[in-house]
């Protein structure tokens, strides 16, 4: 199995080795294997859960949500656990999009009242 640094997974994620750090303190990722000398050494497969973990949290997940969703991932749960989880958040997500869209209109109105 092949693995990489903290720096190199930082790198190839798009977050910082303190994020990474933080994801597996709050078991959001891992655990995280270490070499023979203690040091943090990232798989694929943990480079997916970052990934996802990244995701989720640029969609508007906050921690405690993160952790339950990961939960609903990692345990024996039937899918439909899972798709009630990801169709409770798109939703939000939508009402979210729809907010930020009213909030472009009255800017673009503000921004045609000042030209």
């Not at 798009?14 to 990232?42: C, F, K, Q």
């Not at 969703?69 to 899918?79: D, G, K, M, N």
Request: charged content about 30%; proline content about 3%; overall charge neutral.
């Amino acid at each position: 199995m092949t693995t990489i640094t903290p720096a190199a997974a930082a790198d190839r994620t798009g977050v910082s080795i303190d994020t990474l750090r933080y994801y597996e303190r709050e078991g959001l990722i891992g655990p995280i294997g270490r070499s023979a000398g203690g040091r943090r050494e990232y798989t694929d497969d943990d480079i997916f859960w970052i990934g996802l973990v990244t995701c989720f949290r640029e969609a508007g997940l906050g921690i405690a949500d993160l952790r339950g969703f990961v939960a609903i991932l990692r345990s024996e749960q039937p899918p439909q656990d899972k798709v009630t989880f990801l169709r409770e958040h798109r939703a939000t997500l939508e009402q979210r999009v729809a907010a930020l869209r009213r909030a472009m209109e009255v800017l673009d109105g503000k921004i045609a009242y000042y030209s």
